[in-house]
C-alpha cells in the first residue's frame, strides 16, 4: 500500500475540477495541465501546481503522453488520473505511467486493452456467458463485404468505429441502398478522430433504452456495483440526460443486470471504477453494449443516490486499499437526474456554437450540483469538446428531481453562447419524459414536441423591462463616469502645481 | 412615445406612457404594462408586475427572465444583420475544415441539397443548399481550413 501524495491530472475542464475536489478534502497535492488556449480557463490554475502543454493539435497537448509523464515526473507526482475522454481509455498511456514508477489511477492497461477493443471485449463477454447483440465483428474490411454481413445481421444496422466512442464515426443505415455511403462517412469520421478506421456492424435495436452499471473493484478481489444509470437520451450519440434509478428497471431486472456486471469485474479481475453499458429492449432483454474503463462523464448521479464518492474511491483502490463497504451497505436512495449543457443550437441540428460567456448562473435548490469547466468572459473555441457543464439535481422521487432540475436550469444560465439549456427543460417538461417514455430515440421521436414555442407577451414585456432598466442604470453610470472626467478636468490648475 | 425594440430578431412596436429608473408603464401588443424594478445589481434585478417578483438576469445584449432567454436591441443595429442573412449565401457556420466536396461546379442544386461535409469540433456537418440554383463556384478545397462565416459556395 502506498499513500498517493500528488496527483497530475491529465485533463482538462469540469472533469479536472471534480478531482482537484476529492483531492483537497483527501489532503493530496494536484497538478494542473492547460494549453495556451486555456490560460484564463478556470482549471489552468486550479492545482497547486500548473504546467502549459503549449499549443497545436491534441496530439501536441493532452494527448502528448511522453510530454505528460516528463512533467509529472519533473513535478515529483506520484499517481496520474485521466479523468475520462483523451489518454483515460488509452492503454499504452496506462502503461507508461506504471513503467515510470507511477500510479495510474484506473485499471490495469491489460483491461483497458482487453475491454477497449469492441471486438475483443464482445469475445470475452460471451466467453463470461453475459449476452450481446447480433454483429459482424471480423477484420475484412471491404465495402461489399461489409455490405453482405449487413444484409445477413438484417437491417435496420448500426456501423461503429471498433475504436470509437462519444458517436464519432457511428451511422445507423436503414436500408441496403444507403449502405456504402454511411459506411465511407463513419469509416472517414472514425479515421479523423482515432487515427483507425475499422468498423463493426451491429443488429439495431429499435426501441432501446440506454442503462449503465456503475461498477468498482479493489485489489483484493472485491467487486461492487454501485446500481444503474439511465442514460437514453442522446443527441448525435452522446448522452444528455442521465439517471439513476432508471425508471424502466424493476428490482428484479436490477438484481439481473447488476449480476452480469460483476460477472464481467470479477472475469477479467477488473480494478477501480468502470461502467458497463447495456441496451434494454421493450422485452426487458439486455444486451452488453461495451464497457468504459474510467470515470464515467455521469457519475455525479451515481454519487447522488449513493452519498459515495466515485474519485476517492478510484484513489483508494489506487493505493491498494480495501473498499471500505459491502455491496449490501451499498444504497441507492432517492432519484438523482443530470443533464449537460453543451455549447450548440439544438434548434439547428446541434451545430456547436462557439463565442464568449458573458455571465453564467449558479443554481441556488439545496441538493443540487453544477460541474462547471467555465467562469464569466471565458471564451469557447472549436478546439475543445463543446460540453459546458453538469447540471444535477437529487430529490425523493424522479418527478420531484425532474422539478427541481427544471428550476434549475433557469437558474444557471450561460449568456453570451447558445446553449442546450432551453432544450433541456423542453426535454424534462415534456408529459412523455416524465411518464418515463425514455429510448434512446426520444429526441427524434419528440422533435416537433421538443421546438421552441415562441414566448408569451407578458415575458416579452418583462424582458422588454428589464432591458429598459439595464439600459437606464448603465447610462446613469456612464453618467457619473463623465462628471468624474469633468471634476478631473476641473482640477487642472491644480493638477499642474 | 412609440419606440421599436428588436427582440430575438422580430421587431416589436411598443409604446411607452413613463420610463424612470425604477418603473416603466407601456403598451404592447394591446396590453398595459405597470412594472417596477425591485432592484439591480451587476445586471441581475427583481422585477414587479401585478404583485409578482420576477427574476432577471442582464449582460447586454442578452436578457433572462425567469429562465426566458432574449437577444434585444435597437432596430437600427439588428436590421443590419437581418440584412446580412438575406444574401442567401451559403457560409460556414463556424470555423473548420472541408472534409468533402458533395457537389461541383456547374451542378443543379435544390434547397437542402448537401454541398459539403465539414468537420468542427471533432464531428462532421453537412452544409446542405439554403436556395435552389446552379453551382458557379465553390472557394475552397478538401482538406482545407476554413474561417466561420466565410462564403463557400456561389450560385448563379
Redesign the interface.
Given at each position: 500500500m502506498k499513500k498517493i501524495k500528488k496527483i497530475l491530472i491529465a485533463n482538462r475542464s469540469e472533469i479536472a475540477l471534480r478531482v482537484i475536489q476529492t483531492a483537497k478534502e483527501m489532503g493530496i497535492k494536484t497538478v494542473t495541465l492547460f494549453t495556451e488556449e486555456e490560460i484564463s480557463l478556470p482549471h489552468a490554475r486550479a492545482g497547486d501546481e500548473s504546467f502549459c502543454l503549449g499549443s497545436g493539435p491534441l496530439r501536441e497537448t493532452y494527448l502528448n503522453q511522453e510530454k505528460i509523464i516528463k512533467i509529472a515526473k519533473s513535478c515529483g507526482a506520484d499517481a496520474v488520473h485521466p479523468g475520462y475522454g483523451f489518454l483515460s481509455e488509452k492503454s499504452p498511456f496506462a502503461k507508461l505511467v506504471t513503467e515510470n514508477g507511477l500510479i495510474f489511477i484506473g485499471p490495469a492497461a491489460e483491461s483497458i486493452e482487453l475491454m477497449g477493443d469492441k471486438k475483443t471485449s464482445k469475445i470475452k463477454i460471451q466467453q463470461l456467458g453475459v449476452p450481446s447483440i447480433p454483429g459482424y465483428h471480423g477484420d475484412n474490411q471491404d465495402g461489399l463485404h461489409l455490405q453482405q454481413e449487413a444484409k445477413r445481421i438484417g437491417f435496420p444496422i448500426l456501423i461503429k468505429a471498433s475504436a470509437g466512442g462519444g458517436g464519432?464515426g457511428m451511422r445507423i443505415v436503414e436500408y441496403e441502398t444507403e449502405f456504402l455511403a454511411a459506411l465511407d462517412?463513419a469509416k472517414?469520421?472514425s479515421l479523423?478522430?482515432f487515427g483507425d478506421d475499422t468498423v463493426l456492424l451491429e443488429k439495431y435495436i429499435t426501441s432501446p433504452r440506454h442503462i449503465e452499471i456503475q461498477v468498482m473493484s479493489d485489489s483484493h478481489g472485491n467487486h461492487f456495483h454501485l446500481f444503474e444509470r439511465e442514460c437514453s437520451i442522446q443527441r448525435?450519440y452522446q448522452k444528455i440526460v442521465e439517471e439513476s434509478p432508471s425508471p424502466a428497471v424493476s428490482s428484479e431486472l436490477r438484481a439481473k443486470m447488476t449480476e452480469a456486471a460483476l460477472k464481467i469485474t470479477k472475469g477479467i479481475n477488473y480494478l477501480g471504477a468502470g461502467t458497463i453499458e447495456f441496451i434494454l429492449d421493450t422485452n426487458g432483454e439486455f444486451y452488453f453494449l461495451e464497457m468504459n474503463t474510467r470515470l464515467q462523464v455521469e457519475h455525479p448521479v451515481t454519487e447522488m443516490v449513493t452519498g459515495l464518492d466515485l474519485v476517492k474511491l478510484q484513489i483508494l483502490v489506487a493505493q491498494g486499499e480495501n473498499l471500505p463497504f459491502t455491496q449490501k451497505e451499498i444504497k441507492q436512495t432517492g432519484h438523482a437526474i443530470e443533464v449537460r449543457l453543451y455549447a450548440e443550437n439544438p434548434d439547428?441540428?446541434f451545430?456547436?456554437?462557439?463565442g464568449t460567456i458573458?455571465?453564467i448562473?449558479s443554481p441556488s435548490l439545496r441538493h443540487t450540483r453544477l460541474d462547471c469547466g467555465y467562469v464569466d468572459g471565458n471564451e469557447v473555441t472549436?478546439s475543445?469538446?463543446?460540453m459546458l457543464a453538469k447540471l444535477v439535481a437529487w430529490a425523493d422521487t424522479r418527478e420531484q428531481a425532474a422539478h427541481k432540475l427544471n428550476i434549475s436550469?433557469?437558474?444557471v444560465?450561460f449568456?453570451?453562447v447558445k446553449t442546450n439549456?432551453?432544450y433541456l427543460?423542453r426535454i424534462l417538461s415534456l408529459p412523455e419524459f416524465l411518464e418515463g417514455a425514455t429510448y434512446t430515440h426520444f429526441v427524434k421521436t419528440y422533435q416537433e414536441k421538443l421546438k421552441p414555442k415562441s414566448?408569451n407577451?407578458?415575458?416579452?414585456?418583462?424582458?422588454?423591462?428589464?432591458?429598459?432598466?439595464?439600459k437606464?442604470?448603465?447610462q446613469?453610470n456612464g453618467q457619473s463616469i463623465d462628471q468624474l472626467n469633468c471634476a478631473w478636468s476641473s482640477l487642472k490648475g491644480f493638477r499642474n502645481i | 412615445m412609440k419606440k421599436q425594440?428588436v427582440?430575438?430578431e422580430e421587431i416589436?412596436e411598443?409604446d411607452i406612457v413613463e420610463?424612470?429608473?425604477?418603473f416603466?408603464l407601456?403598451n404592447?401588443?394591446g396590453?398595459e404594462?405597470s412594472?417596477n424594478?425591485g432592484g439591480?445589481q451587476n445586471?441581475k434585478?427583481s422585477?414587479v408586475?401585478k404583485g409578482q417578483n420576477?427574476t432577471?438576469?442582464?449582460?447586454?445584449p442578452?436578457?433572462?427572465?425567469?429562465?426566458?432567454?432574449?437577444v434585444?436591441g435597437a432596430p437600427k443595429r439588428a436590421r443590419a444583420k437581418i440584412k446580412s442573412h438575406d444574401l442567401g449565401q451559403m457560409k460556414s457556420?463556424?470555423?473548420?475544415k472541408i472534409?468533402?466536396l458533395l457537389v461541383k461546379e456547374g451542378d443543379i442544386i435544390e434547397v437542402g441539397t448537401p454541398l459539403l461535409?465539414m468537420?468542427?469540433?471533432?464531428?462532421?456537418?453537412t452544409i446542405k443548399a439554403s436556395k435552389a440554383g446552379i453551382v458557379e463556384k465553390i472557394f475552397y478545397h478538401e482538406g482545407e481550413q476554413i474561417a466561420?462565416g466565410v462564403e463557400l459556395v456561389k450560385l448563379c
Open positions: 464519432k462517412s472517414r469520421e479523423n478522430a448525435r439547428n441540428d451545430l456547436p456554437s462557439i458573458q455571465k448562473g472549436i475543445f469538446d463543446p436550469l433557469n437558474e444560465v449568456l453570451g439549456r432551453h427543460r414566448a407577451n407578458q415575458a416579452l414585456a418583462l424582458a422588454l423591462a428589464s432591458y429598459l432598466f439595464y437606464k442604470e448603465q446613469s | 425594440f427582440i430575438d416589436l411598443v420610463e424612470g429608473a425604477s416603466v407601456f404592447f401588443a396590453e404594462y412594472i424594478l439591480q445586471g434585478m422585477l408586475y420576477h432577471a438576469i442582464a449582460s447586454d442578452f436578457y433572462v427572465v425567469d429562465g426566458e432567454e432574449f434585444i457556420p463556424m470555423p473548420g472534409l468533402k461535409v468537420e468542427a469540433m471533432k464531428m462532421e456537418h466561420g
